[in-house]
Structures are given as C-alpha cells and as structure tokens.
C-alpha cells in the first residue's frame, strides 16, 4: 500500500529519527531493496519517482502537522 502514514510514536519504525527532529522530516520507503519484485518496478523511473516526492512535498505544505 502506497500512502502517507503519520508517524507519532519514536517506538514505530523511523520513529525515533522523526519525533526527535525538531525540522519537518519525511520518512520514506518505496521499496525494499532486497526484494527483487518491488526493486525492478522502481527500474530506469528515477524520473517519475522524484516527480512523485516533488508533488508530495508540495502538497504536504498545505497540511497541519500530525502533533498539533
């Protein structure tokens, strides 16, 4: 599942790098490498995949932030 996952526990997975920042961060983790059917979807998109975290960044300008 592809999707923006709010983080709000150190205890999750990314958890403590996120709530310890006192800067926006974002986590993120399209695939696991050492999983060959994910890695080759991702295979010569470079392209489209930063696209992709360029429009979700700007789009999440817009958003309040999960701990307020």
């Known amino acids: 599942k592809r999707a923006l996952i709010p983080v709000a526990s150190k205890n999750e997975r990314g958890g403590t790098l996120i709530c310890n920042l006192k800067a926006t961060a974002v986590l993120v983790e399209p695939f696991f490498g050492s999983n060959p059917h994910d890695a080759i ?4 998109k470079e392209q489209e995949y930063s696209k992709l975290l360029r429009d979700l960044i700007n789009c999440s300008q817009h958003l309040k932030p999960y701990n307020s």
């Open 41 to 44: 979807q991702f295979k010569n």
